[in-house]
């Protein structure tokens, strides 16, 4: 079954706001990572947070991660009308990385 | 560098035919990963693959569905006798090791007429 599900399944902010996405899965795990996925494109990985952090920023992204409640959020501030795409959590606990089901973002101009 | 490299880019095939995906991970790479994703929908893993062996194919039909990854050459799935419902963009995508981020191949769209 899936392991990591993302909340909302689709998301409308006005450019310049903050967007935030979460996911939840339902196994321990080795790290956790986030992924974006331009219409028609292959996925690009953003960032990695291992079991043992909490919290990790890179630019405008922001990844907390609570193990004890299961679940991650990633926040990009100031949003872009770049920033229009699917963003997808991956949970890794053993040899493979299992995809929920994504967030669309949609910035509004 | 060049990043995980898919062929062909798009593919379509009728009914009955075979499909065959080709996947070159990136350089120094020995991990490559197979998925499936329908319009709409997040990605479906189906096989993992290091040189010569299949680690994990839990995700793969039990029929029609065979990927390998040779010692020379790219990682090739095969899915003999194409339904409409194999219709669906495939990505690859390769580590370094088990745990760390992938990465991925711009992916081939499949479509079974």
């Known amino acids: 079954s899936q392991q990591g599900e993302e909340d909302p399944q689709a998301l409308s902010i006005q450019e310049g706001e903050n967007a935030t996405m979460n996911c939840s899965y339902k196994t321990s795990i080795n790290n956790l990572q986030w992924y974006r996925q331009n219409s028609g494109r292959g996925l690009v990985h953003l960032i990695l947070i291992r079991s043992n952090e909490r919290e990790k920023h890179s630019g405008r992204l922001r990844v907390t991660l609570d193990t004890s409640k299961k679940s991650s959020s990633l926040l990009i501030t100031a949003s872009r009308a770049a920033d229009t795409a699917s963003y997808f959590c991956?949970?890794?606990?053993?040899?493979?990385?299992?995809f929920g089901k994504g967030t669309r973002l949609h910035i509004l101009p | 560098n060049a990043g995980v490299m898919q062929n062909p880019r798009h593919l379509v095939r009728r009914r009955g035919q075979e499909a065959r995906l080709r996947c070159s991970p990136m350089k120094g790479h020995s991990h490559v990963y197979w998925y499936r994703q329908l319009p709409e929908e997040g990605l479906k893993f189906m096989v993992y693959?290091?040189?010569?062996?299949?680690?994990?194919e839990s995700g793969m039909p039990k029929e029609r569905f065979s990927a390998e990854f040779p010692k020379e050459g790219p990682s090739i799935l095969r899915i003999q006798q194409v339904v409409r419902g194999d219709s669906a963009a495939y990505f690859c995508?390769?580590?370094?090791?088990?745990?760390?981020?992938?990465?991925f191949g711009p992916g081939t769209r499949l479509t079974v007429t």
């Open positions: 693959l290091q040189k010569e062996n299949i680690i994990d």
């Open positions: 991956a949970t890794n606990g053993g040899d493979k990385i299992i």
């Open positions: 995508a390769s580590s370094e090791q088990t745990s760390y981020e992938q990465y």
